[in-house]
């Protein structure tokens, strides 16, 4: 019996999400705190220019802010984010999950919570298309906004730092111009100008 991908609807052995979707959706995800971060700038709607591209609910007159940058900075995004993770626990068994913190960690934790759960999200989790196609419109919502993607950086490679149980971080590293270090944004490894070329040596084999 053979199941279909929830994103693009090609055909699976077994699963909800293709790899294909499946990667789609990982940097979708990891872009995301980069987004919410960019949304900053177009407050105002001034910011917007004359290239709008989205409907957006009327200001009343006078109103300093859009409204619609305004929804995702405050609560959008992270809403979003946030009952995605929730409904994966709950049909994992586990508990509802705690939101703390202020928005822009609420976005980076549970981004980065669904990037860690992915495999199992592709694999188990009968939703895993909805998720997908709901991101998809999230960033593309987002970018019609913006206009284009933030600068995200040259990838370099994996976090190779090793916790105190022998676990490999593993998170994405990524090096931006004019910067001397990188700092991993997951376990806050610090990576010199003379660790890159050690870095890159150390990254694992893809498999061909």
Not at 53 to 75: C, H, M, N, Q, T
Not at 156 to 185: F, K, M, Y
Request: charged share 25%.
């Amino acid at each position: 019996m053979t199941a279909t991908c929830g994103m693009c609807e090609r055909n699976l052995e077994a699963g909800y999400l293709c790899p294909g979707a499946a990667l789609a959706l990982a940097e979708r995800l990891e872009r995301m705190p980069k987004l919410y971060e960019a949304l900053a700038g177009f407050l105002s709607p001034a910011a917007r220019g004359i290239t709008e591209r989205v409907s957006l609910v009327l200001s009343e007159p006078g109103l300093p802010v859009d409204e619609a940058v305004l929804d995702l900075r405050y609560g959008g995004i992270a809403l979003v984010l946030e009952q995605w993770r929730s409904d994966v626990q709950r049909v994992r068994g586990w508990g509802e999950p705690a939101v703390i913190g202020d928005v822009t960690g609420r976005v980076l934790r549970a981004s980065r919570w669904l990037g860690m759960e992915l495999p199992w999200i592709a694999d188990c989790y009968p939703a895993a298309g909805d998720l997908a196609c709901e991101v998809k419109e999230l960033e593309s919502f987002v970018l019609s906004i913006i206009g284009a993607l933030p600068d995200r950086g040259r990838r370099i490679g994996q976090c190779v730092a090793v916790d105190t149980s022998g676990v490999i971080c593993g998170a994405v590293l990524r090096h931006h111009n004019g910067e001397t270090r990188i700092v991993c944004p997951w376990c806050t490894c610090v990576y010199e100008a003379e660790d890159f070329l050690m870095l890159k040596t150390l990254q694992p084999e893809e498999a061909p």
